[in-house]
């Protein structure tokens, strides 16, 4: 019984770190892509509305004022960055400078409506 509870504990801590997922796509301003997002003919329901989820990402670009990150994914999901993920992606923006879309690479993992980094690299 004692060996099956230490094992037991053992496997939960080793596939802890298995929990975070690694997600390739661009850092972008928050509140720039949120208000591009909305930006939308949402009332005119005759046509589908295709947006450019790439043009969004390049005018959203990350500068090295930026205090508020998002994360799109490949797919165009947008995540808001928490606090301590904010601050690991300006210390990235402020060794690259401002360019017209950031490609990185994330691992972390989505609590609530925030995405939490542990790491963030450039692609």
């Not at 720039?32 to 450019?52: G, I, L």
Request: with cysteine; charged share 20%; glycine share 8%.
């Amino acid at each position: 019984m004692f060996r099956g509870l230490i094992f037991t504990s053992l496997l939960c801590l080793v596939s802890a770190p298995g929990f975070a997922h690694t997600w390739a796509g661009y850092l972008v301003k928050s509140s720039c892509f949120r208000s591009e997002q909305r930006n939308r003919n949402a009332t005119n329901t005759e046509y589908y509305v295709n947006s450019d989820v790439m043009y969004e990402i390049r005018y959203c670009a990350p500068s090295v004022k930026t205090s508020s990150f998002g994360f799109v994914d490949a797919n165009g999901i947008f995540y808001k960055l928490d606090p301590a993920s904010n601050a690991r992606a300006a210390a990235l923006v402020r060794r690259t400078g401002k360019r017209r879309g950031l490609p990185v690479t994330v691992s972390g993992e989505v609590q609530g409506k925030f995405l939490h980094l542990q790491s963030v690299r450039m692609r």
